[in-house]
């Protein structure tokens, strides 16, 4: 039981590269929330997802799309890569918006 | 959408109890109140959970009072180790089931 998994840990790209990040969850989760933690800030929430097939905007959507075409995958993309979107990105999911939450381990982007 | 508000910041030292407050004026009624705990370069972890009056477990106790508008998390006896942030977490929009964190409370916990 690998519970939340992040791919890849760590990734540099140029400005205006293209990449996607992968979150697997092996727990049938219905949420799955992608969330951006800048240096010594809190956590902001970009898009989630209520269920397969089904995806949202959160607070901070601008230049990012989702995907989550089966249950246990959450895919987050950026088309065009830019220096601001330099940061950790975590996934997390859980059963219901109730339920505790568990958290991947983060991918560490940065955009040059 | 309201946040939750906490303090930025709280210092203590080992052996000690700690006590952090959340304000959240405009939890919905059926929604709970859950805290976390962040180590540096780690995803957070679920610490407590809970609806209303008292919720203990082996780490922590959570104290919600009648109007469920504020909660506080109680680590009793706090080690080095719980240096951290801490974060709780309030449905604010049922009907957008959006999970948004605050700012945290960074606990710096001294020898």
């Known amino acids: 039981n690998a519970g939340v998994t992040q791919t890849p840990k760590f990734r540099v790209l140029k400005t205006g590269q293209s990449m996607t990040l992968l979150c697997a969850q092996d727990m049938n989760h219905e949420y799955m929330y992608w969330y951006r933690q800048d240096p010594g800030m809190g956590l902001r929430l970009i898009h989630y997802?209520?269920?397969?097939?089904?995806?949202a905007k959160g607070e901070v959507p601008d230049g990012y799309n989702v995907s989550r075409l089966k249950k246990q995958n959450f895919l987050l993309g950026l088309e065009s890569a830019a220096p601001s979107q330099t940061s950790v990105y975590f996934c997390?999911?859980?059963?219901?918006?109730?339920?505790?939450?568990?958290f991947g381990n983060g991918t560490r982007l940065t955009v040059t | 959408l309201a946040k939750t508000t906490q303090p930025i910041s709280m210092d203590s030292y080992e052996g000690q109890e700690v006590n952090i407050t959340c304000s959240h004026n405009?939890?919905?009624?059926?929604?709970?109140i859950t805290w976390y705990q962040q180590f540096p370069s780690q995803g957070p972890r679920f610490i407590i959970q809970?609806?209303?009056t008292k919720v203990t477990n082996e780490v922590a106790s959570l104290f919600i009072p009648a109007d469920r508008k504020s909660s506080t998390l109680s680590l009793p006896r706090v080690s080095l180790s719980d240096t951290a942030v801490y974060y709780c977490?309030?449905?604010?929009?049922?009907?957008?089931?959006?999970?948004?964190f605050g700012s945290g409370t960074r606990l710096q916990v001294q020898p």
């Open positions: 405009n939890i919905a009624t059926n929604d709970y």
């Open positions: 997802s209520v269920g397969e097939g089904t995806t």
């Open positions: 809970g609806y209303k």
């Open positions: 997390a999911s859980g059963q219901d918006y109730n339920s505790p939450l568990h």
């Open positions: 977490l309030v449905v604010m929009d049922t009907g957008r089931r959006a999970l948004t």
